[in-house]
């Protein structure tokens, strides 16, 4: 095992290599179950963003055990270099990015593991910024940030998402009376005029032997969308494409794969990639036909599973990524999400802190008058 251990703090145990971390999959998921019950904070879920986005990159995977040696806490980093402004940086990052859809501190008591893993971090002399990622509102994440704001460390904030999400209640109809009227119709009238071209029809796929099949049909719909023209479609990128195909095969296995296919005579014209988990359907990729954009595919698709995941008595559907004007048509509910930032206490950690919250946007703002 290849660990580091300092010494003031010993019940923090940093894991660096790839053999231990597996090794901590029972306990781990079990301390995602007893605090933040997501699919995104799972060992699983990790390791396979681990092995398609950061197989290069060195762990520095941070945990806590009580006394009697169960797993407490855990705060997944990454270690690796990058620039700020144009200066050469040692950051420590949240094992994630935009694929991981949300990230957090997992911790059975929060501010206890919060200030052990901030002590620990902060007698290391080797990282310039500790930067977490889309940490929800109310994550425990946020108590790491308040303790080194406390400590006097520099650090500020960026909020990065709002993402939205519908609290499903217990009957279609009781859902359906939360909707703009006009939308309604508006769907109602797109339905028939999709059903006019010919025979619709909707599919759920969970796994099975025909997964990999029905993976590169929701693949290519999504690529032949703007997403395929600006380069971000999950098969244009052989990390994304192995990270999507890996995590569906998972999640198959494990009971928590949900792919849906809107057909128009047999052929998919809209498709959902999601996870359903914990009662709560996770939309992680949408896509849909342009060409039959007058038709909106994409929200009817979108009406059909909203109206399965009520059926199947799920609490929650949670459309995670941006804000976009098409989520909106159905809540108007959103969570926010946050990028914290901690400089270390040196003369460059504050001077990158001054030039990303102070200085950058100063000059931004002096550049905005001028162009009015």
């Known amino acids: 095992m290849e660990a580091r251990q300092l010494t003031p703090v010993p019940d923090v ?36 963003w681990m092995d398609n986005f950061a197989s290069e990159s060195r762990p520095r995977v941070l945990t806590l055990r009580d006394e009697q040696g169960h797993l407490t806490g855990a705060l997944p980093l990454m ?22 859809c949300r990230f957090d501190l997992l911790a059975r008591e ?24 889309d940490v929800p509102e109310g994550g425990t994440g946020w108590k790491l940030y308040e303790a080194a704001r406390s400590a006097g460390l520099p650090v500020g904030t960026w909020e990065s998402l709002q993402s939205p999400y519908i609290p499903l209640p217990g009957s279609w109809e009781a859902y359906q009376g939360t909707l703009q009227s006009k ?41 032949s969308g703007w997403k395929g023209r600006r380069g971000t479609a999950m098969a244009q990128d052989g990390r994304t494409r192995g990270f999507y195909s890996e995590l569906a095969r998972e999640a198959g296995y494990a009971g928590r794969l949900a792919l849906y ?10 498709f959902q990639y999601g996870l359903e988990y ?11 036909d342009e060409s039959l954009s007058d038709c909106s595919p994409g929200q009817l698709l979108m009406e059909e599973v909203l109206r399965e995941c009520i059926a ?20 108007e509910k959103v969570r926010r999400h946050t990028w914290l930032y901690i400089f270390n206490d ?21 550049v905005a008058k001028w162009k009015r």
Do not use: I
Request: glycine content about 8%; some cysteine; overall charge positive.
């Open 261 to 270: 296919y809107l057909r128009l005579d047999g052929r998919a014209v809209a």
């Open 110 to 133: 929060p501010e206890a593991a919060a200030s052990a893993f901030f002590s620990h971090l902060r007698q290391d002399t080797g990282w310039d910024v500790l930067l977490l990622t």
């Open 79 to 100: 270690e690796g270099r990058t620039s700020m402004y144009g200066v050469p940086v040692r950051q420590v990052s949240a094992a994630a990015n935009a694929h991981s």
């Open 312 to 331: 199947r008595g799920l609490r929650e559907f949670d459309f995670l990524g941006p804000d976009m004007v098409w989520k909106r048509d159905w809540t």
């Open 278 to 288: 914990g009662g709560r359907y996770f939309l992680l990729k949408p896509g849909y």
């Open 346 to 366: 040196t003369t460059l950690g504050r001077a990158l802190c001054a030039a990303k919250f102070r200085w950058a946007p100063a000059a931004r703002e002096v």
């Open 13 to 48: 145990v940093e894991v660096t290599d790839r053999t231990t971390f597996m090794t901590l999959e029972p306990e781990w998921n079990a301390l995602v179950g007893a605090t933040a019950d997501e699919p995104f904070y799972r060992h699983d879920f990790l390791r396979v």
């Open 183 to 223: 939308f309604k119709a508006n769907c109602r009238r797109r339905r028939r005029k999709l059903e006019e071209k010919g025979r619709v029809t909707v599919e759920r796929v969970e796994g099975g032997l025909e997964l990999e099949a029905k993976l590169e049909e929701g693949f290519a719909l999504e690529a």
